[in-house]
Each structure stands twice: as structure tokens, then as C-alpha cells.
């Protein structure tokens, strides 16, 4: 396995995995921005390749993983590929890819640096193994091959910093969004609600998460439930893994609620972005949180978004009243009405403030530059 020689940096990703997830999706961005920008990138996935993975490999970029599909390692492989590919950054993603980031590291000779994509240890969304393995690398950021530690927001830091990973190496660089591709366009908006069969009347809010008990689509419901009895012309656009007629979990939380008629399940959907402009309102319920994606790609596409107020969501938010406590169906179901009863210029002034807010502080591009300025 042999690659051509970049002028720019010679980066190795190390990532626990490539499956749809916000984490991957932020991986998958800065990579293209990356190998734009002349710099050669190769991808190591732990666990067999996913769809963010393929996706990564179609731009032409080498995608390894430690693990085949049938389970067995691939490390002679690996190390070869790592051989002849000359690195001289090795980039961890989340926290097993960071651990064999620094193994790699260690092997090589070369920097390391971690990504950190986690901001909470509640014990009812997190293993007893993942808390082990923090402890763990809470001691092995002290050991010099770790250069530096990156993490999506400030709260993330704070609370692996309380865990005892070594301060004076950590720092945020926010998570940024391709402009370029989540934008407002009544094009989009108009065309996908044709295909939904919605008037534009209609309102949608929309959530975009994965079926696990970390997003707590409970609380979205119980809180469409509140919404539908005193707003009746609206629809719930649910879009994700297992969101779908397949998952009993979901059916039953929606039928518990009389909400048959109302929710619309999209599914997993590799193309979100006419998706959320054809939303009036974007949702995140979750009980933890980092800095989520859907929150900048929704107000990049001049969407209103509402959140729990968890991890750094209230950065990207940027207001107050649309923040509620996670949990609190009520308190997401004021967030809402908030927004649907609001002077519509009051709030197209209110978006546009925002939609300038993330362009400038939350771009691909300038994470992208962040990361190069770390390596140099």
C-alpha cells in the first residue's frame, strides 16, 4: 500500500468507529476540508467500516479497520499500511480511537493528539467500561506521547479535566458545519414538503437522533403530546436510526400518546439538509450531550432550534428561552410554543442574527485551521 507524497501534513485519523453518528459526521467534514486543503489523510476505524467510513473512502482517502467483518484483526496490515503512509500526525477520535492513537504513537515516534467527543458520566447512559477506560486515559494524558487534547466545548474540557486528564494539554476547538451544504433555501423547503405531502401551512418539528436512551425521545413525544392539544395543525418529523415502523420501542411510546397521525418516521436518511429546511423548529432532548451537530446544521439552515440544556448546547443556541432542562416535557413544550406564537419578523430577525453567528464561529473551515495551527 503506497500513496503519493502531499505537501501539507501527513495525518493518520484513529477513530472507534465509522457509523452514523454526530462525532463521525464531524470526522467525516474535517477530513474533506483537510484533503482539500492538500494535506494527505489516512482513516483507521476499530470496528469494521461503516457508512461514514465508505463515504470517507469514496473521496479517495485509504479507510483501514482493526477488526474485518468477520471479526478478525487486520494489525499486520494495519502497521504496513501505517509503514509505508509516513505519517507524522496521529489523530485519535473519540476515546478508543485515542487510546490506539497513542499506541500508534508510541510505535512510530510520532505526536498524538485526542478528540474528545463526551461531556457527561450519568451512569444511566454510560457503562461501567467506558467510565473504567476514562480513568484509564485520565492517566495516560499525563505520558508525553499525548500532545494535546481536544475537545468540541468548554464543559467537555471541564468535566474530563475534574476527571483527572492532564489540564495544561486540553483545549476547545468547536465543531464546525459545511456551509456550503447546510444553508436556508425555500427550494429545498417547498420541494420536500411536496414529497411529504405537507402544506406549508403545516408546522413541522422536526428531531434528528438515533433510537438509543441518551436522546430521550420520550420526551419529545410527551411533549408533541402537550404541543398537538393546543396547536392541532402540526407534524413530528423523526429521522434517524431505528426511527421507523420496525423499531416496537418507538411505535409504542407514539401510540401510548395518540400521536399515530402526527409523526412522521424517516428513518436513517444519508441527506438531511432539505430534511431540516422543510422543518419550522428543530428539537434536541437529549440527557447529555458534547456539542451536537443537528443543533449547528439546523440554525445553518436558518431553522429555529429548542435543546436541553446539556453539554455546550447553550453556545450554540445562543438564547436563553429556548433552552429547558433535559427531562422537563413541559419545559420543551414552552420552548416550543415560544417560537411557534412569535412575531414572525421578530423571529427572521432573531434567525438571521443567528445564522451569521454560526457561519462565523462554527465552519468547517475555520475548525479545519484550528486543527492545521495545532499540528504546526
Known sequence: MRFAVNKGKRIVFVSTGTNVGGAEVVLRELIKSLAKEGDAIMLISIIPVGKIGEDIRNLGIPVISVFSENKHTQIWSLLKGVFHFRPNVFQGWMYHGSV?????????????????????????????????????????????????????????????????????????????????????????????????????????????????????????????????DVFSDVKFLLCGREMDSSNPGLLRLISERGLQEKCILMGLQKDITDLMNACDLIALTSIGESMPMVLIEGIACGVPCVSSDVGDCALV??????????????????????????????????????????????????????????YS
Open 100 to 228: 490506539l492513537a497513542s499506541i500508534l504513537g508510541v510505535l512510530f515516534l510520532k505526536p498524538v493528539y485526542w478528540s474528545i467527543h463526551h461531556a457527561s458520566f450519568n451512569r444511566e447512559v454510560n457503562s461501567s467500561r467506558t467510565l473504567k477506560l476514562v480513568g484509564f486515559m485520565s492517566k495516560i494524558s499525563q505520558c508525553p506521547v499525548v500532545n494535546k487534547i481536544i475537545f468540541a466545548a468548554p464543559q467537555s474540557m471541564e468535566v474530563h479535566v475534574r476527571k483527572g486528564f492532564c489540564k495544561r494539554k486540553c483545549l476547545t476547538i468547536a465543531n464546525g458545519v459545511d456551509v456550503d451544504v447546510f444553508y436556508p433555501t425555500a427550494e429545498r423547503r417547498l420541494r420536500k414538503r411536496k414529497q411529504l405531502s405537507i402544506s406549508d401551512k403545516t408546522k413541522i418539528i422536526g428531531i434528528f437522533a438515533s433510537w438509543q436512551p441518551i436522546k430521550d425521545h420520550r420526551t419529545f413525544l410527551n411533549g408533541a403530546k402537550h404541543v398537538v
Open 317 to 374: 443556541i445562543g438564547r436563553k428561552e429556548r433552552l429547558f432542562v433535559a427531562g422537563d416535557d413541559h419545559g420543551f413544550f414552552e420552548s416550543v410554543m415560544m417560537i411557534l406564537s412569535k412575531d414572525i419578523g421578530k423571529l427572521e430577525e432573531e434567525t438571521t442574527e443567528d445564522l451569521k453567528r454560526i457561519r462565523e464561529d462554527f465552519s468547517i473551515k475555520k475548525m479545519a485551521s484550528q486543527f492545521l495551527q495545532l
